[in-house]
């Protein structure tokens, strides 16, 4: 098995700040993404990568950066923050893009806008 | 655009009694659906129920069942007899096997009541 750990569980920031989030898996799998949960919205995606070095946009991508740099971590910037975007960010991982596989998710981190 | 619909977002049911959660799904793009139900138990990560990538079968798990019923564009999750270990947040999510990413539903969160 492996396991999917996302730093900080909650990041508090001001408006107008760049804030950063950071996710590590060991099951060394290909592909990774960011998912936005909102209540009463469900799971918006907002980047994905499927290689090192690689990143592709997702539904939600504006206001937002990501980086890849290594295959067992992928990080998500928010790159100013905004109230109407408090929100839980869900990192998950699988196999290969897309397809059939199975999405492996981190417990979430909670970004709280003061 | 390909997407999910969940239409109850909180469901109560009696322990011992039968359960179903709705979910249709719209794919416009090229391709075949994959359909997937996660859970996210209280205090835990989301994680995977089952799943179904060719039409007309049955995923089950936990006494969980869900059929992809392609006339209907359904993946309905039912169970014959909840216990109050279920209690938690489902939601339903579709890929196609051209290569999209995951999309879900908005959710549905379950209470499982003595």
């Known amino acids: 098995g492996g396991i999917i750990t996302q730093t900080p569980k909650f990041l508090i920031g001001q408006e107008g700040q760049k804030l950063t989030l950071k996710c590590q898996q060991n099951?060394?799998?290909?592909?990774m993404y960011w998912y936005r949960q909102d209540s009463g919205k469900g799971l918006r995606l907002i980047y994905y990568s499927i290689t090192e070095n690689d990143l592709q946009k997702g539904d939600l991508s504006e206001g937002y950066d990501a980086s890849r740099e290594k295959k067992s971590s992928f990080s998500l910037t928010v790159t100013s923050a905004q109230k109407n975007e408090m929100a839980v960010f869900l990192c998950a991982s699988s196999t290969r893009t897309h397809s059939g596989n199975t999405l492996y998710f981190g417990e979430g981190s909670r970004l709280i806008v003061v | 655009g390909d997407s999910v619909t969940q239409t109850e977002g909180q469901v109560t049911v009696s322990e011992s009694k039968s359960l179903i959660i709705n979910c249709t799904y719209s794919?416009?793009?090229?391709?075949?659906?994959?359909l997937f139900w996660y859970v996210r138990y209280p205090g835990e990560g989301l994680q995977l129920l089952l799943k179904?990538?060719?039409?007309?079968q049955k995923g089950s798990s936990r006494g969980f069942e869900a059929t992809y019923n392609k006339e209907a564009t359904s993946f309905h999750l039912q169970k014959a007899s909840v216990q109050e270990s279920d209690s938690a947040v489902y939601y339903c999510a579709l890929s196609l096997n051209s290569g999209t990413y995951q999309r879900f539903g908005t959710g549905t969160k379950l209470q499982v009541v003595p």
């Open positions: 099951f060394n799998h290909d592909t």
């Open positions: 794919a416009t793009s090229i391709g075949y659906p994959n």
């Open positions: 179904v990538i060719t039409a007309g």
